[in-house]
């Protein structure tokens, strides 16, 4: 395992409200992201950065928002939560494009009542 | 549109059975195809395969890319019961795209 940490692990939170996930990584992987897991859907890409302050948009990136200000951590936010923003999500890292290789952290489980 | 489609997407089959689980791509620019193991926790790195005919192999774990026909298989030979788990497909493409777009997984069930 490539030294991802997720946190929370969990989290219930109310519609309306803001949210942030953290990703934390101590491998100094350039290249990290954030995948959300839902029940028929498989894994689906957020968002993510290839490098500090260097993010780009996923295949469903609507109602999230990422930041990176140092290498090792990625924060993921839900401006205003909504129900069908409940999933598993996951945060992943390689050290580069091409290397194919994506190392993911333990999850973190969001309910939005 | 990226599409991944794995096959079949549930399977219950007795220890010590082979399975095969397969996996179809359409992407632009193909770059390398991946296997995870998913255990109710978070998915881990199986093979990696970039080319053609060259099967990856991992103790009872093996996987071959046909990169003309477009797909994957992963055979999983002897099973155990500890072989339970979503078995996913990945496809990594180059030229500015990134992440890996999946497949919805093959959940397997080795009854003992």
């Known amino acids: 395992d490539a030294g991802i940490t997720q946190s929370p692990r969990h989290k219930v939170t109310e519609t309306g409200t803001p949210v942030t996930l953290r990703c934390h990584q101590t491998e100094n992987h350039r290249y990290m992201y954030w995948y959300r897991q839902d029940p028929g859907h498989g894994l689906r890409l957020i968002h993510y950065?290839?490098?500090?302050?260097?993010?780009d948009k996923g295949e469903v990136s609507d109602g999230y928002s990422v930041s990176r200000s140092k290498t090792e951590d990625f924060l993921l936010t839900l401006e205003s939560a909504t129900s069908s923003q409940t999933s598993v999500y996951f945060c992943?890292?390689?050290?580069?494009?091409?290397?194919?290789?994506?190392?993911f952290g333990p999850g973190t489980r969001l309910t939005v009542l | 549109e990226d599409k991944v489609v794995q096959s079949p997407l549930s399977l219950v089959v007795h220890e010590g059975d082979t399975v095969t689980l397969n996996c179809s791509y359409e992407v632009t620019n193909f770059r390398s195809l991946l296997w995870y193991k998913q255990e109710k926790k978070a998915p881990t790195f199986l093979f990696m395969l970039t080319s053609s005919g060259i099967e990856k192999k991992s103790g009872r774990l093996s996987s071959i890319l046909d990169k003309k026909e477009l797909f994957s298989i992963l055979n999983i030979t002897a099973t155990q019961t500890g072989d339970s788990a979503v078995y996913l497909c990945a496809v990594e493409v180059g030229g500015g795209a990134d992440g890996l777009t999946f497949g919805k997984g093959t959940h397997l069930i080795i009854q003992p």
């Open positions: 992943a890292t390689t050290r580069d494009r091409g290397q194919g290789t994506q190392y």
């Open positions: 950065s290839y490098g500090v302050k260097d993010t």
